[in-house]
């Protein structure tokens, strides 16, 4: 049912007034650990994908001696991951056992809107949800899940509630090539180890710790035998990862919904807060390199440390198999004329009271409310949506329930067409840009569009869609 919440927050909010807290020093956390393969949610059907996800805390020893209290699904980190294929049913009992209300939220899914975590289908503390729905044709994907309460949602992520989902196909042309998974997440922690609140600096420019890992590990030693296809989420509550591996270049093949038309081969790729790829790493030889994330400079606010570039992990190549990338990897077929248009424009507010900063994050000039309709969609339609970033930082843009391609974009006056077709539910804005998506929404209800920055998100930099 959905829940009657507060979710109202017209007025600029008084930036929560924590103060920064003494961190730990990087080397708290062991590094150069062989990476560890995600762990697999078991089904404990035959014939579809039905599993448990418990949400709870746990005390988790990641720097040695000490205790950190984290969220987490099932007791992981990072949570399970689930893999299944087009046209399965999918059945996840939902178990929340923290202390407040909870959802899980399938990102990038076309999952029905009541099943898709909605802030309105809030599963209060204690209580269960069953969330079931079947997986259509073509949605093969590297996806994943993650709460959506309103305002709780950034706490729930950073403390450690947050899984992966793929969909494969039964005629995926990449089957033969071996795969690994490379999740990176964002950590903050305090000097004794806790995970601490967000401070006011988290809350206007998204927070960032001081530990970028994959898997869960810092900075872990990855081996990667011949050539191999990668799956690569980027997890982080904010954090933009400009991806590079010194000495290679980067085959990328897919983007957030599925495999792109054609292999791209790059230098560096930029991954932003909810966004994944796919790539072709290795080539047999027996090179040693890292995984690097290159500085971005995000346009932030406020006195902010400046960024550094950081080692994610070693690279280590060896022998085994090179299986040839396809020089076609599948036709992504434009969805047909647009019928309808969507404004959506991005913008912050500051204000001083009193000597105590005011931040709002608006869509359309407003701020969040679970009550109010933003936007009408009819179903089925194909729309055009031209959302611009009036504002001087950068924010991604992301829609539920759907995969949307990019047209063209704008920024200082000029307009550039989309370089290449591929299937995305994320994308960047930098300040002052304009992009124009190409979308269809298959199923009537309410989908929610925000910032992926999820301390702007929970702040209301999100508003809704309904599809009638
Ligand atoms: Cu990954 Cu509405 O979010
Ligand atoms: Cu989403
Ligand atoms: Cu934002």
Known sequence: GHAAQ???????????????????PESALPAGQPLQALKVLNSSSANKMAATLTAAAHEVELVPGKKTSMWLYNGQVPGPLIEAFEGDEVE???VNQLAQASTIHWHGMPVPPEQDGNPH???PAGGEHMYRFKLPKNCAGTYWYHPHPHGDTPEQVYRGLAGLFIVRSKTDPLAGFSEQHWVISDLKLAADASIPDNTANDWMNGREGQFALVNGQREPVITIAGRQRVRVWNACSARYLRLAIPGQKITVVGSDGGLLEKPRVVEELLLVPGQRAELIVGDGSSAKTTLKALVYNREKMGKVAPEVERVLATLQFTAGPTPKVPATLRKIADFG??????KVEFSETMSMDNGVHSMAFLINGKSYDMNRNDLVSKVNDVEVWEVFNNSHMDHPFHIHGTQ????DSELNGKRQDA??????DTINLRPYEKVRLKMVQHDKGLRMFHCHILEHEGQGMMAQVLIK
Do not use: E, H, W
């Open 337 to 342: 004329r647009a019928v309808a248009m969507k």
């Open 419 to 424: 370089p290449y077709r591929a299937l995305q």
């Open 6 to 24: 507060g979710g109202s927050a017209a007025m600029p909010q008084p930036l929560k007034t924590v103060a920064d807290m003494p961190l730990l």
């Open 121 to 123: 289908d809030a599963v």
């Open 92 to 94: 996840i009992r939902f």
């Open 404 to 407: 949307f391609m990019l047209l």
